[in-house]
């Protein structure tokens, strides 16, 4: 075997063993572990203000950290708590003038079916009312099954609050005790064999998911703003939700603002609004550039990924790990890249 056979044998078996354990870690580990994850990353974010507390002020380190931690996760809570009570607020009103838009949507409905009939040449009340009946159905299996399914699982859901608590609890403390005790367990990584092969990977991660993070929340809020300003200049009075919802739909791999937008501009055009329509596609045609220029400057060469291997690690991903691969797909495909660049380079 020749020396170049023997180095690609080497990559080949280097690439398949980075990808193996990213898909055992992600598969088994990761649901185990993201709680700590995230706790180490949040501790990361606050400790140079518990050490500036801790060393410039003289503080104990004890109260330097909870001091942190609580105007930290008060000032979210504020945050969250404005936003979450002005979407409940449109909630509310969307659901107590339900019957209302029920009506005006099965209007506009049968319009549609009617400039369908005409223009195929259907028998009038056709196309309505096999609509008709399917929405009907529809509702009647909500009813009937899926109703009382939720019903019935009302222990599963109380569990699942339950479980929600305590991983936000078993955070918050994880996020004290890493604040509290960081240079200790910067030491301890020190004394690890594999310590310069942790760092590695944990500087490449660092750096991509900063990157994805930083440029996935920067756009999301400008989408979020934008498709709110443009429904309240339509007169829609659930902006903030609808904006809200837009904003993170767009976030999400291979679904886009476009999802919504588009078929919800056609909608108007049909109904004969067509400053409406108008408005609803602007604000797609902007949403969309703004992520095209925007993602590629803020990310940088951070990833550094072709079309069509992003495309193809985010199906891959979403095949093994569901909504979670669509994410870690492309991140794995860039770790094993790099680790294989860094051995072919060494």
Not at 265 to 278: D, N, Q, R, T
Request: glycine share 6%; hydrophobic share 55%.
């Amino acid at each position: 075997m020749t020396r170049t056979t023997r180095h690609k044998c080497k990559i080949l078996l280097l690439s398949g063993g980075v990808a193996a354990a990213a898909y055992l870690s992600i598969k088994y580990i990761l649901p185990l572990v993201w709680p700590f994850i995230l706790a180490y990353g949040l501790a990361l974010l606050i400790y140079p203000v518990v050490r500036f507390l801790r060393d410039k002020l003289h503080f104990h380190k004890n109260a330097a950290t909870a001091m942190t931690l609580i105007v930290v996760l008060g000032g979210i809570g504020f945050l969250l708590s404005v936003l979450v009570s002005r979407v409940f607020e449109q909630m509310t009103r969307l659901v107590e003038s339900w019957p209302t838009y029920e009506s005006q949507i099965l209007k506009y409905i049968k319009e549609m079916c009617e400039l369908i009939e005409k223009a195929f040449r259907i028998d009038e009340g056709q196309v309505y009312g096999r609509v008709y009946d399917g929405i009907g159905n529809a509702m009647t299996n909500w009813q009937v099954n899926i109703m009382p399914t939720l019903m019935n699982n009302s222990i599963s859901t109380l569990m699942a609050f339950v479980d929600v608590i305590i991983i936000v609890a078993v955070t918050v403390i994880a996020v004290f005790y890493m604040a509290r005790d960081m240079d200790d367990m910067r030491k301890i990584k020190q004394r690890n064999p594999f310590y310069k092969e942790l760092c590695f990977v944990r500087g490449l991660m660092s750096k991509l998911v900063r990157a994805y993070i930083r440029s996935q929340a920067i756009i999301m809020s400008l989408v979020a703003v934008i498709c709110a300003v443009g429904l309240a200049f339509v007169g829609n009075s659930y902006y903030i939700l609808l904006g809200v919802i837009v904003g993170i739909l767009d976030a999400l791999p291979l679904i886009g603002v476009g999802v919504v937008m588009i078929p919800w501009s056609i909608v108007y055009m049909f109904m004969g609004e067509y400053l409406k329509a108008a408005t609803m596609f602007t604000i797609f045609i902007i949403c969309y550039l703004l992520r095209e220029f925007l993602e590629p400057k803020l990310m940088g060469q951070k990833i550094g990924m072709s079309p069509i291997a992003s495309l193809i690690s985010i199906y891959v991903g979403y095949r093994l790990f569901g909504i979670i691969g669509m994410v870690a797909g492309p991140f794995v495909y860039v770790l094993v890249r790099e680790i294989v660049a860094n051995y072919d380079n060494s």
